[in-house]
């Protein structure tokens, strides 16, 4: 299943978000469909992943909880693939 990860962190949390970045290994039970990108002039940013397993995104955004809140939503295709 797909989902889209979208996320907010405060300004003061950047430094700390990322020092933890320098290290985080994505786990290998997610594959990232898009690739995380944050919005011109704020402190949020979205991607969006595929996984048979849902517990596999808490698992790998667990490092960042302390720093940054996320809004997990399972996504579908609009248009069906052929």
Request: charged content about 25%; aromatic content about 12%; overall charge positive.
């Amino acid at each position: 299943m797909k989902f889209l990860v979208e996320w907010h962190s405060k300004p003061k949390n950047r430094k700390a978000l990322m020092k933890i970045l320098e290290t985080w290994k994505q786990p290998d039970a997610l594959k990232t469909l898009f690739a995380a990108h944050y919005c011109a002039g704020a402190n949020r940013g979205f991607a969006v992943f595929e996984t048979d397993n849902a517990e596999a995104i808490q698992e790998g955004l667990r490092v960042f909880l302390d720093h940054t809140d996320y809004v997990v939503t399972p996504i579908l295709p609009m248009f069906p693939e052929k």
